[in-house]
């Protein structure tokens, strides 16, 4: 069963609504040649840099920097760059952050004969109480799970159908870790490489077992 990284991302969440003003010069030291937009509405700031791949966006409290490159974050060095990019926008008094997290989003291939929706159905669900319940046999389903690990962390596991069809062999795995603890910039490095590490791992192992897939590929 093949995996295939959509996307990583580091989030951030302040006390109040942030404004981000970068420093361009902390912005060249890891960035190329990024475009910024600005807007009324959410994300009020995005910045893009194509050939990093990599979307900085601040919207109300939150401050969001993701990886779509499709590399581990690893491969990408995106602890170094999310340590950079937060020293460009904490010149603009962005520093202090109530909590924050990570999200790992990912497509996993199965070849096996039931599609995936009904894969996730027989996995995760109590199907004898539920047909008792619904009066009828469940199929197929999509998934959210929410889980705590020893260090009171949430973890949040979205497993679905790609695109919501019924019939595809595709799952879509969305993993959320919520840490709520202060963070200041410079942040620790452990408390961004553990995670990002652990991440995309962590999702392919607990998607695998949570919907009953095959662990070759």
Known sequence: MGHRILRTSVILRAPKRITVQPDPKELAKV????TVTR???PPEFRLTAMRDQIVVEASGDCLTITDYSGRTPAEAEFVSATERILKA??????ERYRSYGFRFVA??????THPIAVRI???TLAREALRTALEGEVLAAEVVLTTFDER?????????????SLGTHLLHADLWLHIEEPVHVPIDRDRLAEPLEQGHPRLDRWARGAAGLSWEG
Do not use: C, I, M, N
């Open 107 to 112: 497509e996993l291939h199965d070849e096996h």
């Open 39 to 41: 807007a009324l509405e």
């Open 31 to 34: 960035l190329h040649e990024p």
């Open 89 to 94: 926008v904490a010149a603009s008094g962005s």
């Open 121 to 123: 159905a027989q996995g």
């Open 152 to 164: 009171a962390r949430r973890y949040t596991l979205s497993l679905a159908p790609r695109g919501g």
